[in-house]
């Protein structure tokens, strides 16, 4: 559905992080509409695996036992507890490089630091932890 009189929402002589695309009020399409990109909302459908993955009976059992005594109120909490340890495991599995804090400069519009980022030849991953409003941090992370 093309957009009609569409306002800008980035000024293309300012700097904006990743960061700066949480603090907008917008919604997650209009932003997208800047970079020529379109949003729906669906049902992801990942692909499935009947492979028995090491270490992840111990990996579910440490997170398990940990939850009760460390309290998931920051970002870096819900990194270092539940993001960092599933993501190196996923790393070991896929014997890929997990890259943390990794930064990147596109251009003026896209620039800031991800949270972890894992890279193989056709794909990548990237994750960023979020305290408590997913949706802005969904239009973080889809930018």
Sequence with gaps: MPHLNRFKILQGDANYSF???FELPNDTDEILAEFGYGFRTARLQLPRSDRQLAGLQ????QIEDTLPFVPLT???AKREILIAPILSRVAV???QILRIEYPLK???LLQGNWDYLIRADHS???VKAKRDD???GFTQLAV
Aim: overall charge neutral; aromatic content about 10%; proline content about 0%.
């Design 134 to 136: 997913l949706t802005r």
């Design 19 to 21: 960061r700066s695309y």
């Design 58 to 61: 111990e990996l579910q059992q």
């Design 106 to 108: 596109v251009n003026n």
């Design 74 to 76: 920051s970002e870096t």
């Design 124 to 126: 990548f991953v990237v």
């Design 93 to 95: 599995i896929c014997q």
